[in-house]
Structures are given as C-alpha cells and as structure tokens.
C-alpha cells in the first residue's frame, strides 16, 4: 500500500474526475487495500450541486459513497499507474435512514469496503453515517471499470 493515508479537499479533488464544487469529499481518514473511510459537511451547504427545493434528499448519499470508491480506486492503483475508468453500473440493497441529509449535525462519515473485483468491475458496500455512527444510507455498489462509452449515434 502506497499513498498517503489521509488528504485534503484539495488532494481528494486531485484524485477523482469530479471538480469544484461537485468534489463532495472533504477529508480522507484513512484507507487500506478494502476500506476507505472519508468525512465532509459538504451536505450542509446551501450551494451544493445535488440540492432541491426540497434540500439534499438521501438518495444523494450513494454519489458521496461513489465519490468514496473513485477515491479508493485511484489510491490502489500501482505505482506509475493510472486509475481505472469507472461507471457505477447498479447498486442494491439501498438503505435510507433519513429523508434529508442537509439536516444532518456535523460532518458525515463515508466509509465503502471493496467485497471483490477484477479488472472489469469492483463490488463495493458502503455506509454513510453521521458522526454518532447512526446510518443516513447503506447499499452495496458496482462500478463497471474500463468501460469506454460509445458515442451516439445520430438518426438519418
């Protein structure tokens, strides 16, 4: 295991395809060749990108989760090696434990945990958690790696 074992808004940025404000992670804690855990208060912020006019409903969870799994990808590429492209292709067993998540207290903790995987998809569960331990959202993912889309094509 190679990298550093926590980062900053900036590092994370750096390290997953997403930028600005759609970079919703906020801190690495720590990771290891399965696991990942990362906090954010990105939920509590009026201009974040997923909000409604009816707030940051839950489901939006499972991007902060996806978010989470980019990041362990890229941090348990080789050395020299780039990280692999990655789709979430489904997730399942989606538990939500509240409606909103802009009314969470504090910062909320991602953690994802790596089931199995090749170089074709990886398997993931995760839990989103508020600073208590108390479960916002949990599922299991799976991200489709290495997948180049094909273009669209346009009608006659």
Same mark, same amino acid.
């Given at each position: 295991m190679s990298g550093p074992q926590t980062l900053d808004r900036a590092g994370?940025?750096?390290?997953?395809?997403? &930028?600005?404000?759609?970079?919703?992670?906020?801190?690495?804690?720590?990771?290891?060749?399965? &696991?990942?855990?990362c906090s954010t208060t990105t939920h509590r912020d009026g201009a974040n990108p997923? &909000?409604? #006019?009816?707030?940051?409903?839950?489901?939006?969870?499972?991007?902060?989760?996806?978010? #989470?799994m980019a990041l362990h990808g890229g941090l348990t590429a080789g050395a020299g090696?780039?990280?692999?492209?990655?789709?979430l292709a489904s997730v399942r067993s989606?538990?939500?434990?509240? +409606?909103?998540?802009?009314?969470? +207290?504090?910062?909320?903790?991602?953690?994802?945990?790596?089931?199995s995987g090749d170089?074709?998809?990886v398997l993931y569960e995760f839990n989103v958690?508020?600073?208590?331990?108390?479960?916002?959202?949990?599922g299991r993912a799976v991200v489709v790696l290495n997948t180049p889309l094909t273009p669209t094509e346009k009608p006659a």
């Amino acid at each position: 295991m190679s990298g550093p074992q926590t980062l900053d808004r900036a590092g994370i940025e750096s390290r997953i395809p997403h &930028r600005g404000s759609m970079c919703l992670l906020e801190k690495l804690e720590g990771w290891d060749a399965q &696991r990942i855990h990362c906090s954010t208060t990105t939920h509590r912020d009026g201009a974040n990108p997923l &909000r409604t #006019a009816s707030g940051l409903l839950a489901p939006n969870a499972i991007e902060y989760a996806a978010q #989470a799994m980019a990041l362990h990808g890229g941090l348990t590429a080789g050395a020299g090696q780039a990280p692999s492209a990655g789709y979430l292709a489904s997730v399942r067993s989606v538990r939500l434990g509240v +409606e909103r998540l802009d009314t969470v +207290e504090g910062a909320m903790q991602v953690h994802a945990t790596r089931l199995s995987g090749d170089d074709r998809q990886v398997l993931y569960e995760f839990n989103v958690a508020d600073g208590t331990g108390r479960s916002l959202a949990s599922g299991r993912a799976v991200v489709v790696l290495n997948t180049p889309l094909t273009p669209t094509e346009k009608p006659a």
